[in-house]
């Protein structure tokens, strides 16, 4: 149990546009979802905590007018990068809380051009 | 993240032998903690918690330890399988929110 997916797992786009990441709670309910960013050879960086329902919590630092989330059900929340720059490149993990754990999915690649 | 230290980024352990993977926290606050393992291009998979209430927590061949008055936290692997060569992370969090981890360290399990 608690499979959490993301979609795409992989996505190259033009300086510009907007990418939509899609993170799913497979077999549980989560009324919490985070998203973090991880730059090489670095750990976790926490981007923003996802609450059903209610607005994201964004960490210091990170433009909410940029990243987009959205967590319109219990199963689905949905990072937006707006006006993607190369410098947006980087590898983004979803996890969804359940109980005192966080279980985490398998990330998306992001390639800005 | 400062809160969380994992002060080795590497460890190298014989396949059979026991790997010993450690992480030091400074907010005594914090009462959950957890080992996730990482692969490459992969995010983190659950391993192993253990709450404040308690000093040790066992699962087939994890064990996570936790030393409060130390603020030490660490796991091992007996016996370690190369399957095991991942990057380990130890995370701690508080209430259910914050979950902060350390930077990970590389086990390579040699056969």
């Known amino acids: 149990g608690a499979v959490v997916s993301q979609h795409p797992s992989w996505v190259i786009c033009k300086s510009g546009t907007s990418v939509k990441i899609e993170c799913r709670s497979l077999?549980?309910?989560?009324?919490?979802m985070f998203w973090y960013r991880q730059f090489p050879k670095q750990s976790l960086m926490l981007m923003a905590t996802?609450?059903?329902?209610?607005?994201?919590?964004?960490e210091q630092g990170v433009e909410k007018d940029k990243f987009l989330i959205n967590h319109a059900s219990l199963t689905l929340s949905t990072l937006t990068v707006t006006s993607a720059h190369p410098e947006d490149s980087s590898f983004y993990i979803c996890?969804?809380?359940?109980?005192?754990?966080?279980?985490f999915g398998p990330g998306t690649r992001l390639l800005v051009l | 993240d400062q809160q969380v230290k994992q002060n080795s980024p590497s460890l190298s352990v014989q396949e059979g032998r026991i790997s010993i993977l450690n992480c030091d926290y400074t907010?005594?606050?914090?009462?959950?903690f957890l080992w996730y393992k990482k692969y490459p291009a992969e995010g983190p998979t659950f391993l192993i918690s253990?709450?404040?209430?308690?000093d040790k927590n066992e699962d087939g061949r994890f064990t996570v330890f936790l030393n409060k008055s130390a603020k030490h936290l660490s796991l091992h692997i007996v016996p370690s399988q190369p399957g095991d060569s991942a990057v380990y992370f130890c995370?701690?969090?508080?209430?259910?929110?914050?979950?902060?981890f350390g930077a990970g360290t590389r086990l390579t399990v040699k056969p």
């Open positions: 907010n005594s606050m914090f009462d959950y």
């Open positions: 253990i709450s404040s209430i308690k």
């Open positions: 077999d549980f309910q989560a009324t919490t």
């Open positions: 996802s609450n059903e329902g209610s607005k994201a919590t964004y």
């Open positions: 995370a701690v969090t508080r209430n259910n929110n914050d979950m902060r």
């Open positions: 996890s969804a809380l359940r109980i005192q754990t966080q279980y």
